[in-house]
């Protein structure tokens, strides 16, 4: 039972990174056309926060949507489950964007800051999923009954 639990674990594991890795695709073509549009339109380069805000946004919904669904299989309420990822990503959200204007204020390029915030989230991300927000509905919903 155990060695089942680990296999579960490690496949969880390969699933949400893969998910993750996805959703860091729309997070990274967003922020980047946030970052650059503008500036090519003509106007002010915007803030890193203007840029990572919306960006995070677009790949939280994917991302949450697709490992709800497929990674944990959960049946969970949903808008439970998406008021807990909001809670979420209104404490890292901002500590992410103020230590990422501060960041890029320093010197720092946007774009290794925007990665390094996104390795972040990827690792506290995914401990908070499996372990808060499905914790008690992992392998509830229709393609789970279906693996059995």
Known sequence: MAEKKQK?????????????????????VSFTAFNEVPVLLGFAKWPYWACNVPSLV????????????FTFKSANNVPIAMLKVAVFYLIFTPVSSYLGTMATNGGWNEYLVQALVMLSNLVLEFLYQKYFVFRNSINTNDLAKKDK
């Open 8 to 28: 579960e674990s490690l496949w969880h594991v390969i699933k949400f990174t893969l998910f993750s890795l996805s959703a860091g695709i729309i997070q990274a």
């Open 58 to 69: 677009l790949s939280v919904l994917w991302n949450f949507t697709l490992n709800r669904r």
